[in-house]
């Protein structure tokens, strides 16, 4: 797997921090960001659907 390596608000972090680890909803960062990319992008796909943007072959 890629990696990759993004600059981020020291406020974001913190919120993010709060839903990691054993009382959270992920067992790391890494995992947190990886589900936060895949429901961003699953909004921006329907979106395009809606607006007729979206191309045959990603359905």
Not at 25 to 41: C, D, Q
Request: hydrophobic residues 35%; negative net charge; proline residues 3%.
């Amino acid at each position: 797997m890629p990696k990759i390596s993004v600059e981020v608000p020291r406020e974001l972090l913190a919120d993010l921090d709060a839903h990691v680890g054993d009382d959270g909803k992920f067992v790391n960062r890494s995992e947190a960001i990886r589900a936060s990319v895949r429901k961003t992008l699953d909004l921006l796909d329907e979106i395009d659907d809606r607006h007729g943007r979206l191309d045959d072959e990603l359905e």
